[in-house]
């Protein structure tokens, strides 16, 4: 005849081993969940950084025009503000020989009187 307190603690043996797999489920099932939490932020930042992304590539595009667009402009003031300067430089080379050719035609004067 079996002892009926060994089919007991077989019986409470089963349960607890039962009890131990379902709490390890459990943990298992709820890491799985924080897991898929993270993972959907993350896909959502990761969409944000790809909108940041193509955001910068056209402010970098639009640099680089406004780039060249003061390149040009630059070009153009150095243009304007040497106008002024050759003029300046015509007009004291131009006195500079009207008083040479002043000189001259006085020695000539003196010589040939």
């Known amino acids: 005849m079996t002892n009926p307190h060994a089919r007991t603690e077989n019986q409470a043996a089963q349960i607890g081993e039962e009890a131990g797999k ?55 003031v150095k243009g304007i503000t040497a106008r002024p300067g050759r003029r300046w430089d015509k007009l004291v080379a131009a006195i500079i020989g009207a008083a040479g050719a002043g000189t001259a035609a006085a020695v000539l004067a003196l010589i040939l009187k």
């Open 22 to 76: 379902a709490d390890i489920s459990q943990q298992a099932l709820d890491s799985a969940k924080s897991a898929h939490k993270r993972i959907d932020g993350l896909e959502a930042e990761v969409r944000d950084i790809r909108g940041l992304t193509a955001a910068m590539a056209r402010v970098d595009e639009k640099v680089d025009g406004l780039e060249s667009d003061v390149r040009e402009i630059k070009t153009d």
